[in-house]
């Protein structure tokens, strides 16, 4: 009798978590036993995504607060920051390698590349949007709006038009921990940078803290993180969502809540969009059984969940075929491979 392999590690990877062993030792000396009980499928459309035979695996640990992961396709790398200690970080694909990358990097939290391959970060110290040149040189795409100072410039990606979108929600100016503490003399928002010209358009600043964004995969949608919960009681813990025209955003509303039944009602920070259309988003601060990745169909509803012993700051889809999931925890970087394929470039 013919067996197919592939069946079998389908219905495999939709074992409940129940079957879980004892707590996981995460430093990798006990394997954990397959399906991974810490990817948890909530929806059947989850379960084309989830693997049965491949471990989620803690590829560094070390940091104060790592964020803002960013796949290099060219080099096969991840670049991330650690913000507190005023870094970036390198995790070479080849060889596991990790290595500090920049130091200074001016507090920056997220990273992205443009489709030239040049690498572009958001400094909360200096509280500017940057871009590293081939020649070394660094180039300041925003540092100002009417006149006046970004908070502190969050995260950002980039279009294929060449035009930047950024959120700069202030945090890295609210305490002397994650940059320079000082006024915030905008109000939070989302921008656009014009890949032409320069100039810099605010986008929306119809949401208290806009943090982690992506696009969707045709790029006609942008979600938007709102964590402007720990500062505004009335902000809702949610991800919104616009139509994107002509550098434009226009019909915002929400695409999920972060509200977990049974848990509560954490953060999303980070986002990306795989091919399919699904979000995937980093979540945190309610603990054990909520903490980690949660993935909502293009519906907005919650299909599936990776659970981390972390809060989960940011995410990315990288390696070589895009089908690995980078994980940045307060501490530490994870990763998992998925049949899930990253939308875009990194």
Request: charged share 25%; with cysteine; proline share 5%.
């Amino acid at each position: 009798m013919m067996i197919d392999r592939r069946k079998i590690l389908v219905a495999a990877a939709s074992v409940p978590a129940a079957m879980a062993q004892a707590p996981r030792d995460w430093t990798g000396k006990t394997p954990v036993r397959y399906p991974e009980p810490d990817v948890v499928v909530l929806d059947k459309r989850f379960n084309k995504y989830k693997i049965g035979n491949t471990p989620i695996q803690r590829l560094a640990t070390g940091f104060l607060w790592s964020e803002g992961p960013a796949w290099n396709g060219v080099g096969r790398y991840l670049v991330f920051s650690d913000i507190p200690n005023n870094v970036q970080v390198r995790w070479l694909e080849e060889n596991g390698k990790v290595s500090t990358f920049r130091n200074p990097a001016g507090n920056s939290n997220g990273n992205t590349f443009d489709y030239e391959g040049r690498q572009i970060s958001f400094e909360h110290g200096n509280r500017r949007v940057v871009r590293y040149e081939y020649n070394g040189k660094v180039t300041v795409l925003a540092d100002k709006f009417e006149g006046k100072r970004l908070n502190a410039p969050n995260d950002g990606v980039v279009h294929p038009d060449g035009s930047l979108y950024f959120t700069d929600p202030g945090y890295g100016s609210l305490m002397e921990y994650e940059g320079n503490k000082g006024p915030l003399e905008l109000k939070e928002a989302v921008y656009r940078v014009d890949a032409k010209s320069g100039k810099i358009e605010k986008l929306t600043d119809e949401i208290f803290k806009p943090n982690g964004l992506c696009f969707s995969p045709d790029y006609k949608k942008v979600y938007v993180a709102d964590t402007g919960s720990s500062h505004y009681e009335q902000a809702p813990k949610n991800i919104k969502v616009w139509d994107v025209a002509d550098g434009k955003l226009r019909n915002g509303r929400q695409f999920c809540s972060m509200d977990l039944p049974g848990k509560g009602a954490g953060m999303a920070d980070g986002i990306r969009c795989d091919t399919d259309g699904n979000v995937w988003s980093s979540a945190g601060w309610v603990g054990a059984g909520y903490d980690g990745v949660h993935i909502f169909a293009p519906d907005g509803m919650r299909i599936g969940q990776i659970l981390l012993p972390e809060i989960c700051s940011n995410v990315c889809f990288g390696g070589t075929k895009r089908n690995r999931l980078f994980m940045t925890g307060s501490q530490s970087l994870y990763a998992v491979y998925t049949e899930a394929l990253g939308a875009h470039i990194c």
